[in-house]
């Protein structure tokens, strides 16, 4: 059968607004077919602490109380799994991580980049 698969690479930086109705078209771009489907790319939000967190105010971002956007993901995207936690769990899956890149700030450590799942009718 078909699988439907598209990409995205949400809004950077504190813009938790804009990337909730960027993944909002995606979803309705899926919801199109009841093939399986799945998204893969740069979500800009971390999968365990908002984006203000560990960020001194008014250098970058706001207060240090920005929410955490994971539970934007359940309401967009409620039949989509997160696939790394389901498969690998207790394995933080860092895609941005400053242990490894020299380049970034030191000890910052993220997972930005997902693959979201759906599986179809008879998956």
């Not at 560990?54 to 967009?76: I, W």
């Not at 799994?81 to 700030?105: C, E, H, M, Q």
Request: hydrophobic share 35%.
């Amino acid at each position: 059968g078909r699988v439907r698969v598209a990409t995205v690479h949400l809004e950077s930086l504190d813009n938790p607004g804009y990337r909730e109705q960027q993944l909002r078209v995606a979803a309705d771009v899926l919801a199109e077919s009841e093939a399986p489907s799945v998204l893969v790319g740069d979500f800009n939000f971390c999968s365990e602490r908002s984006w203000a967190e560990g960020r001194k105010l008014g250098r970058e971002g706001r207060a240090e109380d920005s929410p955490l956007e994971n539970e934007v993901l359940g309401r967009v995207l409620p039949h989509h799994i997160d696939v790394w936690p389901a498969l690998r769990p207790g394995d933080k899956g860092y895609t941005f991580d400053s242990t490894r890149n020299g380049v970034i700030r030191q000890y910052e450590q993220m997972r930005y980049d997902r693959v979201l799942a759906r599986l179809g009718k008879g998956w």
